[in-house]
């Protein structure tokens, strides 16, 4: 089962970016990093104060938004 309790949208913070709860981490840093090939261990080196379970919390947030709806992508 999914749980979406380690990421938390707030107003104010981060311009209201989805973010590891408890820090300034955003969701699009730790997917950027991933996309950029870098591994989980990577990103918990340059992250420290984070876990693997908010990364992959950031990976379930994300193929939850992927799946909101249809995106139409170019050729």
């Known amino acids: 089962m999914y749980t ?3 990421i938390v949208c707030t107003p104010g913070v981060v311009s ?3 973010r590891i709860k408890g ?3 955003t969701v ?3 997917l950027g ?3 950029a090939g870098h591994s989980v261990d990577d990103v918990l080196r340059d992250f420290p104060y984070i876990q693997r379970e908010d990364v992959l919390a950031a990976l379930q947030y994300a193929a939850w ?3 909101e709806g ?3 992508l170019s050729a």
């Open 4 to 6: 979406l309790d380690r």
């Open 16 to 18: 209201g970016k989805p």
């Open 23 to 25: 820090t300034r981490v």
């Open 28 to 30: 699009g840093a730790i």
């Open 33 to 35: 990093q991933l996309a």
């Open 65 to 67: 938004r992927a799946q």
């Open 70 to 72: 249809e995106v139409e």
